[in-house]
């Protein structure tokens, strides 16, 4: 090798590290910007939605930072509390006038640009309000098939990204991320989970747009509203409030009952039929995802950060801090879960934290503070034995802050097992929830606001009549989320784990040569 | 290359005495209310090892010799002694002068699979030492980075790739780039390249021996077997249950060993030409708990030139083996904690548990001709561990057969030239010297 070549490759090696990423991608912007406007593109036509959502979370932030802070000044002075609640008032109307002008923007798949809710102006049609004239249910089918399709290509898109950023700006050819995404893409039971999970959180988001009818509609405030049907005995459209056409559409038993995809005498078209209320199971249902998701979600964050950092200080401490981390863990471990959630609901029952998430907020905390004793004992094994390994070592000679080891050197072999873990135990966190709105009395998130077990709860005594629709479907949306979460789970771990791959492949090889 | 960063002045103080390391110890555990008794890692060890100089430290595993090395480095807090390094006492230090001390001495692992952080970069390992010491600048260090991969061997391109793309001897090779990134003057070489095909180990000590000549380092190189440490070594030392047996020149050490240890250490390699002492002496059993240590001389549990009582001249070499191993079943029986329910059986008297104590004293003076004077002592001691005291049939056994190797820790003895140093008691005049009793005994079995 002559010296110019190595110069140049000195230069072109270290140039290419000090270049931050910024400058990279100016350099060859093209990938990036195709990327950047595809993804633009597909937040624009559903701004409305996600400008909801955001600005509804600052809300409830807002409100909650204030109330804490009404609490704080309430113990100094009585009247500056008087204050602070002005202003929580003020900001929270400021906001809600803001969530309500993001509501009122047109999304492309939302129920304004494509309507299911109309009514025949004669025995036999023609359907007026509905999207092009068709019936409800296809403008419905219409509606959720693209809004599924439309988030599934966000996720492609956002992964899309990850692989321009790989084959265009990072720096080395190949990272050991490059073989778990690789080990992932052959695994059909661990895409399952994926696609699982994607589609709750679609759920999640799109909620609103999903059902036939809306939540605030429907279920809320269902005599503010009304609708308009063509009655069939008068031979003319009448009007009727929602809450009348509900109580006409109860689904209890083989008297009176709405099924899955059939229409009541309401014009109103059901696809997973009426709760024994007479509200519309699949909205009902679609509202339950979003709280759902939301305190799984928070709880099995927290929890996860908890044991995140605990195991990690276990292990490279060890000894006494171990145990003291040990100790508390089997403490919290040895109250029993369901006990401590209903001691909670009752003294919070009135309280603002209580409140917060209609009581789902603080469910989270108990359900966090509850579940990281188990992700910590987990984890904690493995996380011991990274701290064996000799490159902790070397940092801890070369001086290196414990900080900044457990960060770099330690906590990149553990995450792969804090997924798997969360993920499998997000579907206990679930099912608890579910199970507490199931039980009712001032449990589990507070009615009316839609919550999964409270479905169940109410189809179950008509589970042997006509009606099984209203427990069955529930429960099946439960079951079949725990066990896309835990399919997730076994994704992840084959994914991070290519040993017990490689073992059975030589265990196959072993058994063939035999 | 660099010559920028070498320190000419060092030069001139070659030979002078860079770590001063007195009476050692690091013990493990004890002190706390569950353990009776502390691991003695490194029970007590003095000694120097001078600036540009490699010392080795050979022993079997489990002896002390790593947690001795990881020590000098401060990977490990030492229980007492002192370790002066360049005149200053480092086991004191903490906080930013430790910090800033690290610099000066590294370590290199002995496991390369282990001993390199598979989620960072090759280039990123080695550059995260003079990352944490905010070392120049940004672009200075990623230089030095690239120095470094050609200085031990490897191309500038590796600087992007992952270890996982590496043999075991490139991964050494980034091991030892990352130890020296910081310029230090000592590097602790822990079993450089025990893991490593015996092709590869040449080309690393090659490595190792040029890159010491190239920034003067000083070496701390440990072994398990005196075989690697010939041709890399200007002194050995050698440690048996966390005490120094034996240090001297290495060629010294070859030629002229003086500790029964280290001859029979020496002994195990194979020799090219057959010598009047290449007797292959071969250790009985293994090395006792470094929990519960002999109280006199560590290895005397195994010693070939063990010295005997006074009083049991006539008794013969295969009648002496014999005890010795007895007394080493009944050391391990003694430190088996008996149940409550024996316990309670020991004191009705029916006791059974250790009944078998008579197939072992069978099995091991069955075909001798034992003198009476042994033999009501042995059967004694087997009475008591039958009763279930072998506690007290140790005692027995101690009191009568103890020579001066159980008795009392021997002295760091002086021998020959070159601060040629030996502990044993045979380097005492009243004793009968190391050689002659080996070639006796080895001799007759
Ligand atoms: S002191 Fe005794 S036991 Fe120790 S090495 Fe010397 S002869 Fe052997």
Redesign the interface.
């Known amino acids: 090798m002559s010296d110019t070549t190595?110069t140049t490759?000195?230069e072109e090696?270290?140039g290419?590290?000090?270049v931050p990423l910024r400058t990279r991608i100016v350099e060859s912007p093209r990938p990036f910007l195709q990327w950047l406007a595809g993804l633009f593109a597909l937040v624009a036509v559903e701004f409305g939605t996600y400008a909801t959502l955001a600005f509804a979370m600052v809300e409830r932030a807002f409100v909650g930072v204030t109330a804490l802070v009404e609490l704080l000044v309430g113990a100094v002075s009585g009247s500056a509390t008087s204050t602070v609640l002005d202003i929580q008032a003020a900001g929270s109307t400021f906001l809600t006038g803001l969530t309500e002008w993001a509501g009122s923007l047109p999304t492309l798949f939302g129920r304004e640009t494509i309507p299911n809710q109309g009514y025949m102006l004669g025995p036999n049609g023609p359907w007026k309000g509905t999207f092009l004239g068709l019936e409800p249910a296809l403008a419905w089918a219409l509606r959720l098939t693209l809004i599924v399709v439309y988030a599934l290509f966000v996720s492609y898109w956002l992964f899309r990204g990850w692989k321009i950023y790989r084959d265009h700006y990072r720096?080395?050819?190949?990272?050991?991320t490059d073989d778990m995404v690789g080990r992932l893409r052959g695994h059909r039971w661990g895409q399952f989970g994926i696609l699982v999970l994607l589609l709750y959180l679609s759920m999640a988001i799109f909620g609103p747009a999903l059902g036939p009818t809306t939540v605030e509609q429907n279920i809320q405030s269902s005599y503010s509203h009304e609708i308009k049907y063509y009655d069939t005995e008068a031979e003319s459209v009448e009007t009727v409030f929602v809450g009348e056409a509900n109580f006409n559409s109860k689904s209890k038993g083989s008297g009176e009952n709405v099924g899955p995809m059939t229409y009541d005498n309401y014009d109103r078209f059901h696809p997973f039929g009426t709760l024994s209320n007479g509200r519309d199971l699949f909205t009902f249902l679609m509202g339950g995802a979003r709280i759902t998701m939301i305190v799984a979600g928070m709880a099995i964050g927290i929890a996860t950060l908890i044991a995140a950092i605990l195991s990690m200080v276990s292990a490279y401490y060890a000894g006494s801090i171990d145990l003291g981390i040990l100790t508390t863990a089997d403490g919290i471990v040895s109250v029993p879960r369901l006990i401590l959630l209903i001691m909670v609901s009752a003294v919070f029952a009135n309280h603002w934290l209580g409140n917060i998430l209609d009581g789902g907020f603080i469910l989270a905390l108990v359900f966090a503070f509850t579940t990281w004793p188990l992700l910590w004992r987990a984890v904690r094994g493995p996380a011991l034995q990274v701290a064996q390994?000799?490159?902790v070592?070397?940092?801890?000679?070369?001086?290196?802050?414990p900080r900044?080891i457990m960060r770099?050197?330690m906590l990149?072999?553990i995450v792969g097992y804090l997924l798997v873990y969360a993920s499998m135990t997000t579907g206990g966190i679930i099912i608890s929830l579910s199970a507490l709105s199931f039980l009712g009395n001032g449990l589990g998130i507070s009615a009316p606001t839609p919550a999964w077990g409270r479905a169940v709860s109410l189809g179950q005594s008509y589970v042997a009549t006509s009606s099984w629709h209203i427990s069955l479907l529930s429960g099946l949306v439960i079951v079949v989320l725990v066990t896309g979460l835990n399919a997730l789970g076994d994704g992840i771990r084959d994914a991070i784990d290519p040993e017990t791959e490689s073992a059975e492949a030589e265990e196959a090889a072993a058994g063939g040569g035999a | 290359m660099n010559s920028g960063i070498e320190q000419p002045e060092q030069t001139a103080q070659l030979g002078e005495t860079l770590i001063e390391v007195e009476n050692l110890k690091k013990h493990y555990g004890g002190g706390g209310m569950f353990e009776s008794s502390s691991v003695k890692a490194v029970d007590g060890v003095s000694f120097s090892i001078q600036r540009g100089e490699t010392l080795g430290l050979v022993g079997e595993s489990g002896c002390g010799k790593s947690t001795l090395g990881r020590t000098l480095v401060r990977l490990e807090e030492a229980t007492e002694g002192t370790i002066s390094f360049d005149g200053t006492d480092i086991t004191t230090l903490s906080g930013d002068e430790l910090k800033t001390w690290r610099r000066n001495a590294q370590m290199v692992f002995q496991d390369p699979e282990s001993s390199l952080n598979d989620r960072m970069t090759v280039g990123e390992i080695i550059r995260e030492p003079l990352d944490a010491h905010d070392w120049k600048t940004k672009t200075e260090r990623q230089e030095r980075v690239l120095d470094l991969l050609t200085s031990v061997g490897l191309r500038e391109e590796h600087y992007y790739r992952y270890p996982h793309q590496f043999s075991g001897g490139q991964r050494q090779r980034v091991g030892i780039a990352r130890a020296l990134a910081l310029e230090p003057e000592f590097l602790v070489l822990d079993e450089p390249v025990s893991a490593l095909d015996v092709s590869v180990q040449a080309k690393i000590i090659t490595l190792l021996e040029d890159l010491q000549e190239e920034f003067d380092l000083t070496y701390l190189f440990i072994a398990h077997d005196l075989a690697v440490v010939r041709h890399i070594c200007d002194r050995v030392a050698v440690m048996y249950l966390g005490k120094m047996m034996e240090i001297s020149d290495t060629e010294a050490v070859y030629a002229d060993a003086h500790n029964p240890y280290t001859r029979s250490l020496l002994s195990a390699i194979p020799h090219p030409d057959p010598s009047t002492s290449s007797h292959r002496i071969t250790l009985p059993g293994t090395p006792p708990s470094p929990r519960d240590p002999p109280t006199g001389c560590q290895f005397s549990t195994r010693c070939p030139a063990k010295i005997r009582p006074e009083g049991y001249k006539h008794v013969d070499e295969a009648v002496w083996d014999a005890i010795e191993r007895f007394r080493e079943v009944v050391r391990e029986r003694s430190r088996m904690s008996l149940s409550t329910v024996d316990r309670l059986k020991r004191q009705l008297g029916s006791f059974s548990a250790y009944d078998d104590i008579d197939e072992t004293v069978t099995d091991l003076f069955g075909d001798l001709d034992v003198p009476t004077d042994v033999s009501e002592h042995i059967e004694t001691a087997a009475g008591l561990v039958k009763e279930g005291r072998p506690a007290d049939a140790r005692d027995h056994l101690n009191d009568t057969f103890n020579g001066a190797c159980d008795l009392k820790r021997p002295d760091f003895h002086p021998v020959g030239e070159h601060n040629h140093m030996s502990y044993c008691h045979r380097h005492e005049s009243d004793y009968e010297d190391v050689t002659p009793v080996i070639t006796r005994r080895t001799s007759d079995s």
């Open positions: 190595a490759t000195r090696l270290t290419f590290e000090r720096q080395a050819d190949w990272t050991p390994e000799e490159w070592d070397a940092a801890r000679s070369f001086g290196q802050r900044t770099k050197h990149p072999y």
